[in-house]
């Protein structure tokens, strides 16, 4: 029951919101209880939003705009172009709703890139997320058998220079969902299937070092723009977690041993937002219109759709703040925060981190603190992640 529950909580893009049960209130939609009706954008394969950097989770999940590592091939890939090292790589071990006792549910991710000269760079990733073991019932409760879903994603990308302080990425991603393979769907027999699609990212950055000596950096990304994804048959599919989002940052060089950036990062999901009282199926096949977009109608009309106009708009913006402090390069303190409207998902929460490094090798920590009652799968969990900066040793 525990890893059904699991299914359940994750993959919320199979889940109806309280729609049916909402009621406009003036200009708000509420539940019987007179709460806020909540009604976020809705995905599948959400593993891809994962935030798989320790040092970028100790700061609130900011990446946009943070000095280019092997972990921009997540949240920037244009950013390489700028990295100071000639080959990094990445890897990192997420632990997944260990507050709930689970042990073999995790996220891991590899990632790396290589200069090829001082205006281009590729990148390359790995995503694997494990579900851990699963015993599977029919609607009876009669045992099936048991299966280990997983999902992966492979992703590349190449970035390159357009002037001194402008850079620009086109990046292409795999993904394979195998959730419950070989399963029959109650009620109609049908097969599951692992699900497959793929997508594309672009993304842009610039970095201007003042006289100062201080760097300022800004840079967009939009991600994961690319097919519908079905575990069946049906001709209903499930969009990808498009997503758009802008990133600025300041890196402080205090003197010749101490460092400090603030960044901060704004997202918003390039997917429909379910209506609550206007729904409309013109096919009359019983699904609403909004789900039978294309992608990239989709990812348009994803900036008016909601149905309490502009208001619902701004609630569907996802905003990080983090800061990092760097002793001699050696030393680091991190610590962040993240904010999402308690309509659209309402996550919040508190991250702190430290890291160290020596010559080619970097160790990340951070740790995660809700600062709500709505459960987080990475609540009061340690993850870390280790960088080899190659480049470094033959400089």
Known sequence: MRRVLLLLSFFVFLQLSSSAQCLRNGNEFVQPDGSKCPNSPQSAVLFMRITPDARSGAMGDVGIALSPDANAMHFNPSKLAFAKEDFAIS?????????????????????????LDELQAIGLSLRYFSLGSIAFTDSNGEPLGTGRPNEFELAGAYSRKLSDNFSAAIGAKFIYSNLAAGQRVNGTGEIIEAGLAGAADFSFTYENELDNDNILRAGVAVSNIGSKITYTNSTTRDFLPANIGLGMAYEMNLDQYNKFTITGDINKALVPTPCIENCQDSNGNGVSDYREQSPIRAMFSSFSDDELGAKGEFRELMYSVGVEYWYDNQFAVRAGYYSEHETKGNRKFLTVGFGVKYNIFGLNFSYLVPTTNQRNPLDNTLRFSLLFNFGQAEK
């Open 91 to 115: 890897a990192t071990y997420t632990p997944w709703l260990r507050a709930l006792g689970l042990q073999d549910v995790y996220l891991a991710y590899l990632s790396g890139y290589k200069k």
